[in-house]
């Protein structure tokens, strides 16, 4: 799987030299030229995370497919990143997300409770997670409502406050927050319940 990586190779990453990364980014431009040349091509249908806040961040994702329930992990997504998770359409409406702050500490999870472990992962299923020797981590839910492609916007608290509802309590300093961002040409319907949701 690309763009999974430990903590040690992330943190070697980051010590690259001034010279390195005029490079790289030399090399990025580059290859986005070649996008451009294709840019008559149809557009990719990916999900898609993007970590906006100040701290490195590892992202594990679950979802349904024609195999039953999935959950994969960990991408490493350094401050004010993307990175697209699983390429492709979509093949499923919900699709769940779990993320760890590494720097500063903190978590964007939920009530969904997939299974998953400390290293790379791909876990089948959302059974007996302690039983089969994984964690039982609770997942926040994404309703992509049937989008072929999906970003999500991790950001922190403070950078969210005009996101929430009037009324609404604000977080306690410091916390993850997160929200669903849907592709440029559509805002996201409500979400709604979904049968087949993982076991809560």
Do not use: H
Request: proline letters at 10%; glycine letters at 12%; charged letters at 20%.
């Amino acid at each position: 799987m690309e763009q999974r990586e430990d903590l040690p190779t992330v943190a070697r990453r980051a010590l690259l030299t001034g010279a390195r990364r005029a490079a790289a980014v030399c090399v990025a431009i580059g290859a986005a030229g070649v996008l451009l040349v294709g840019a008559g091509s149809p557009a990719r249908a990916d999900f898609r995370m993007c970590n906006n806040t100040a701290g490195r961040v590892g992202v594990a994702v679950g979802y349904k497919d024609g195999d039953g329930w999935a959950t994969e992990g960990w991408w490493n997504l350094p401050a004010r990143t993307c990175e697209t998770l699983l390429r492709g359409t979509l093949v499923a409406r919900y699709y769940y997300i779990y993320a760890v702050d590494y720097d500063r500490g903190g978590e964007w999870s939920g009530q969904a409770f997939m299974c998953t472990r400390d290293k790379e992962f791909t876990i089948r299923g959302t059974e007996d997670c302690l039983a089969r020797g994984y964690d039982r981590t609770g997942f926040f839910e994404v309703d992509t409502g049937e989008q072929q492609t999906w970003t999500v916007q991790l950001t922190d608290s403070n950078e969210q406050s005009s996101q929430r509802p009037a009324g609404a309590p604000p977080p306690p300093p410091g916390s993850p927050s997160f929200m669903a961002v849907p592709p440029a040409q559509g805002r996201p319907p409500s979400p709604q319940p979904f049968p087949g949701s993982p076991p809560r």
